[in-house]
């Protein structure tokens, strides 16, 4: 892998299951890439954000029905996956 800052922004939530997997890709994303950066954005008050913040991982919560976000239920995804130009 090259020494560019590779940057990683996750999403899930509802009941928290879908954060788990999350997790532990950015750990392992991390150990092959030691300047990664990530972000998880999910909901203020969904199990996933004491999850999350028990890592280094920040995430900035957002209320669903006030924040332009469309659907419900499950979310899974990795939204992007990105290298930092140089």
């Not at 899930?12 to 972000?39: C, H, V």
């Amino acid at each position: 892998m090259s020494d560019k800052t590779v940057r990683v922004l996750f999403t899930g939530g509802g009941s928290g299951g879908p954060t788990i997997p999350l997790l532990a890709l950015a750990q392992e994303i991390r150990g092959l890439k030691k300047n990664s950066e990530f972000l998880f954005l999910g909901s203020k008050f969904g199990p996933e954000r004491k999850m999350v913040e028990q890592t280094e991982i920040p995430f900035p919560p957002f209320l669903p029905g006030n924040s332009g976000v469309i659907g419900t239920g499950e979310i899974l995804s990795i939204l992007c996956i990105s290298s930092e130009v140089e």
